[in-house]
């Protein structure tokens, strides 16, 4: 089956980290480029990051450069988000997806179910 999981999620005080992972099965990254996005309750998902499956190049929005950051494990066929310095007003629900290498979401095909970050105030 090819599908995408990610786990990691939880609650972390302000300030504190927490490492997403997102498990590919049924297919590698070879062909696909993985994003992370975030869905706050009551607002719009929103990128996070991406990165290539080409070179390995990877993309923040300036908001998060400098304390976001993604990698890939091929062997494991997982890909990391290591959060760090977070901000209650980032608690919501992280998803990672395969697709093209872009802040898009559109031209993401694969969406896996998400997890719950939380951030105590």
């Known amino acids: 089956e090819v599908q995408l999981v990610e786990s990691g999620g939880g609650l972390v005080q302000a300030g504190g980290s927490l490492r997403l992972s997102c498990a590919a099965s049924?297919?590698?990254?070879?062909?696909?480029?993985i994003g992370w996005f975030r869905q706050a309750p009551g607002k719009e998902r929103e990128g996070v990051s991406c990165i290539s499956d080409t070179d390995g190049s990877t993309y923040y929005p300036d908001s998060l450069k400098g304390r976001f950051t993604i990698s890939i494990d091929n062997a494991k066929n997982t890909v990391y988000l290591q959060m760090d310095s977070l901000k209650p007003e980032e608690t919501a629900v992280y998803y990672c997806?395969?697709?093209?290498?872009?802040?898009?979401?559109?031209?993401?095909?694969?969406w896996g179910r998400g997890t719950q970050v939380t951030v105590s105030s």
């Open positions: 049924g297919f590698t990254f070879d062909d696909y480029a």
């Open positions: 997806a395969a697709g093209s290498y872009t802040d898009y979401q559109g031209a993401y095909e694969l």
